[in-house]
């Protein structure tokens, strides 16, 4: 057990033998560190959290009470192999949200990137990577061997299917269910997770030049009311578009993926 001597750590936490407890960190009452942790500079364990298995928690998170972080997946196939959750630096993981490691046939490592919220009751399966400022909204559940890209809105009591992903700046309404995978920039709500759009005001709010946003836009009808199937559509756009954001779109659609595509209504 490593513990800077900055540190403060509250006589009611149980630090584990092995735990590596970085500078500033605050460990606050009744939390459990185990002892294959590592916590960066200046993370933050609000009181009662949790936080074990092989997990590395990057600079400045801050984990409120009740959270579980590096638990074992919930997979019946996982049979105790050593797996690891690593989350980046400034995430903010609020009460009652889990995290579990990865599994063998999935990779071994879940992964959550910088600046993320994590919201009251969030939980990411074994296996998903998590992009840069995701935000999954009270009780969101992400589902094992997920890719969610950075700047992903997921609302909440919403869930991910499986093996999904769902690509960067797309914004996924409350209470939906979504199945299968989801383009860049891409609206979806309604129940059972329709694409219904773009999502017009993260792309502005990101600072996105209307060149793009119109070239974004003429790539979408395009994809909804071309000749051909769905993914006819998308290697023609791919061999004429010269707009780097619709490429994001067309190399998405194209690539390997396990599940369909929701395609615009």
Partial sequence: MAIHASAQVHPSAVIEAGAQIGAGCQIGPFCVVGPEVTLGADVVLKPHAVVTGWTDIGDGCVIFPFAVVGEVPQD????????????????RIREGATLNTGTEGGGGVTRVGDDCLLMTGAHVGHDAQIGDRVILANQVAVAGHCVIGDDVIIGGLSGIHQFVRIGRGAIIG?????????MPHGLVQAPRGDLEGLNLI???RRGV?????????????MLAQGDGTFMDRARRLAEETESPRVREITDFILAESGRSFLTPK
């Fill in 76 to 91: 019946l196939k996982f049979k105790g192999e050593r797996t690891r959750l690593v989350v980046g630096k400034r995430n």
């Fill in 174 to 182: 409350a209470v939906t269910m979504v199945a299968y995978d989801v």
């Fill in 202 to 204: 993260g792309l502005k």
């Fill in 209 to 221: 030049e209307r060149s793009e946003i119109t070239a974004l836009r003429a790539a979408y009808q």
